[in-house]
């Protein structure tokens, strides 16, 4: 989208708002991050009183991210951060590509509709706190963007790049004082630059064009560190970069051709920076003769700038929080594509002597699929030869990657391309595929980045691959050992809902069962093995068969049986359970329990109440070397019409929440649920439990219902 798009039909009350909160709360800067409407972003759409290229790393910040842009939105409220030091202790992934010290305020925009947060920053020498002024100036500054995104007569569109919004402020004309202050910088013998904020010259006098080796034409308008050669190294960038985030002065020493040494010095404010030149004591004087310049052939190769290196930081602290393999594609294809200005992505690996195809972005699904199991070796793709030797490939546009691979199919559209080898360790973990639409050449320095960045997706490729490999078998085998099928029992309705945990948890060792004894009696179990990973789940299965074997005895005794098959298996794990007996003919229920949580009881409907069973626990199973243990045996009476609830910690726990307020909950809401049908009301047990306990364990329910 271009930048014309965000302003709408307002964009000179959205240019004065965003300058009017500059002023109002002290700010160095305030920039409006929007909500993409097609994907989970925030998207830098404008900036006031800071260069848009500065800030060029944080474009682009996933919602889900850890850090507090992102929190202020997802939590709907103010998010400070007023030391480096409060941002590494809060946010350590964000802190690692924001080296800076200034302090940062992030207010969400929520009118008529969540449009995304105003980021503010000042520098260090704001104290830590806000005071309660400032709070009410951001509060109202937030609201006066809201006001303005909710009023706009069209939908507002996200520019490719932030719009630079210039710092209006009162003064006097420069015309007035310029001729005077112009004779009086070109007397002096020290060299001064006057930049703007985006780090454009806007003035030079005679002694520093003498000293850069550049005319006052070819320096006016142009960034010094592009334009002079002995100044093309990050660190002048850098320099640069902590004047403007810091307002603070800044001065170093840089060595220009042929090894004079100078002393320079900026001063920075709210309008753009001041720097001044001039030789380190024992050089010559600005009055000798120019310095030689180099030609372009002698000009040192191009180096990765400062901006690249803590983009790279910033990119490398998102790839850090990725689990799985769609978590790295996701971040990939939602950070990285933009910040190198490329519209697709396929990321490729080797299987089993093929390419498997195992994401992508900005691609036609059939032209991928077209790709997507070739052979390791073949001649249709660079992807083979780039996983082979290991090398990186870059095409400007489609005539080159015509001549290397005269027999690749160029039906995918793009027109440059860059082929970035996975590589872990001599390990070819797969390739990474960026594309362009239009002709794009691959300079040194983002050839550089390119290289780099590869190593880092490659780190969190491999790590993803082996966690869904052991997830899968994990989660194949506990699913393996659930029951498929429950077994029909005359008089008795079941409904059974097994719930993984959430992103980021290995599998664990959950698990339910139905037994049936006859026409009139069946036994119900549900359990909780120890810990999240494929022990649990194997212990489960064991479980499950040690119950199996001993059904239909009295419930303690089924419990004592499996409780001395695990102490002889000599497991380090424990396991909860619950075993329940059910006698329809005598209508009443016999019940043991190892630790388990106990079950919850609904009468009759539709007057029927529900409460928890007092039920007398024992010793959770596999816990110790006695055994003999004790599993007590209630019986209940269980009149028609009934329903028990039998389910795990998952369904009920959540930390800072009384255990006892969550069972009372989930009573309540069986109350509501009435004579319901059974799928209905545990599908609506589990969507009320998800957002409330955040979904961090398994969850098992067994509901059983007497006819």
């Known amino acids: 989208m271009s930048a014309d798009g965000l302003a709408g039909g307002g964009e000179l009350s959205l240019e004065q708002a965003l300058s009017a909160t500059v002023q109002r709360t002290g700010a160095l800067a305030a920039g409006v991050y929007l909500l993409s409407p097609d994907q989970p972003m925030l998207c830098l759409a404008a900036v006031c009183g800071m260069p848009v290229r500065t800030v060029a790393p944080w474009w682009r910040v996933a919602v889900s991210a850890a850090g507090p842009l992102s929190e202020s939105v997802r939590e709907d409220h103010l998010v400070w951060v007023g030391r480096q030091e409060d941002m590494a202790r809060l946010y350590p992934n964000a802190a690692a590509g924001l080296p800076y010290q200034f302090a940062l ?30 709070r009410g100036a951001v509060l109202a500054s937030a609201s006066g963007v809201t006001r303005i995104l909710d009023e706009a007569s069209g939908l507002w569109d996200i520019p490719d790049e932030p719009k630079a919004v210039p710092l209006l402020r009162p003064g006097a004309d420069p015309a007035q004082t310029g001729l005077a202050a112009d004779d009086l910088l070109r007397r002096l013998p020290v060299g001064a630059v006057g930049m703007d904020l985006q780090g454009r010259v806007t003035y030079v006098n005679d002694a520093a064009t003498r000293m850069l080796g550049r005319s006052a034409d070819s320096l006016m308008g142009s960034l010094p560190w592009q334009t002079v050669p002995w100044l093309d190294s990050p660190v002048h960038e850098d320099r640069y970069r902590t004047a403007v985030l810091s307002r603070e002065p800044v001065a170093y020493t840089a060595t220009g051709p042929p090894g004079r040494r100078y002393d320079i010095r900026l001063y920075p404010d709210d309008s753009g920076i001041s720097a001044f030149i001039s030789p380190s004591p024992g050089e010559q004087s600005a009055d000798a003769p120019p310095p030689r310049v180099a030609s372009s052939s002698e000009d040192p190769a191009e180096t990765v700038g400062t901006g690249r290196i803590h983009q790279l930081m910033h990119l490398s602290a998102a790839l850090s929080q990725t689990v799985t393999v769609s978590d790295v594609i996701a971040t990939v294809a939602d950070q990285i594509l933009p910040a190198f200005g490329a519209q697709g992505l396929v990321v490729s690996a080797a299987d089993a002597g093929r390419l498997r195809v195992i994401g992508h972005r900005g691609h036609d699904p059939r032209a991928v699929a077209r790709l997507d199991g070739l052979p390791i070796d073949t001649e249709l793709s660079p992807v083979a030869r780039v996983l082979a030797g290991g090398t990186p490939a870059f095409y ?7 001549r290397a691979h005269p027999r690749a199919p160029l039906h995918t559209g793009k027109q440059a391309w860059a082929f970035l080898p996975l590589v872990v360790s001599q390990r070819r973990v797969g390739c990474c595929v960026l594309s362009y639409d239009h002709p794009h050449p691959f300079d040194a320095g983002d050839r550089a980045v390119l290289v780099s960045l590869a190593g880092l997706i490659a780190q969190a490729m491999d790590r993803a691959l082996l966690y869904d490999a052991k997830h899968d078998l994990a989660h194949g085998l506990q699913q393996a050992l659930l029951p498929v099928t ?21 599998v664990g060792g959950d698990f339910y069962d ?31 068969t040690a119950v199996h074997a001993t059904a239909g005895s009295r419930p303690g005794d089924v419990l004592a049986r499996t409780n001395r098959v695990l102490i002889d298996l000599e497991t380090d794990l424990f396991v909860s359970c619950l075993y329940v007996h059910l006698d329809l003919a005598e209508r009443r229920l016999q019940l043991a329990s190892a630790g388990h949580l106990p079950p919850l009881l609904r009468g009759p409907a539709p007057t029927g109440r529900t409460a928890p069973l007092a039920v007398d626990p024992g010793p959770l199973l596999g816990i110790g ?37 969550s069972l009372a909950d989930l009573a309540h809401q069986l109350d509501r649920a009435g004579g319901r049908p059974l799928d209905l009301i545990a599908d609506t047990l589990l969507r009320q439990a998800a957002p409330r306990h955040g979904h961090t364990d398994d969850i098992a329910l067994f509901l059983l219902r007497s006819r």
């Open 105 to 134: 305020a992030f207010a969400p925009l929520h009118g008529a509709r969540r449009w995304g947060a105003l980021a503010l920053v000042w520098p260090k020498s704001h104290p830590p706190s806000l005071t309660g002024r400032e």
């Open 396 to 402: 400007a546009d489609s005539g080159e990657l015509a």
């Open 625 to 661: 070397p006695c055994t003999e243990a004790d599993y007590p045996v209630t019986t209940v009476a269980l009149p028609a019409g009934s329903l028990l609830a039998l389910y795990t910690d998952g369904l009920v726990e959540s930390p800072g929440t009384d255990i006892t307020e």
């Open 486 to 506: 429950l077994p029909r029992v005359p008089q008795l309705a079941v409904a059974a809902r097994y719930l993984p945990a959430a992103h980021g948890i290995d």
């Open 514 to 544: 139905l037994i049936r004894l006859g026409d009139s009696a069946a036994a119900a179990v549900i359990g909780d093995v120890q810990g999240h990973n494929i022990n649990a789940a194997a212990l489960m299965g064991q479980v499950r």
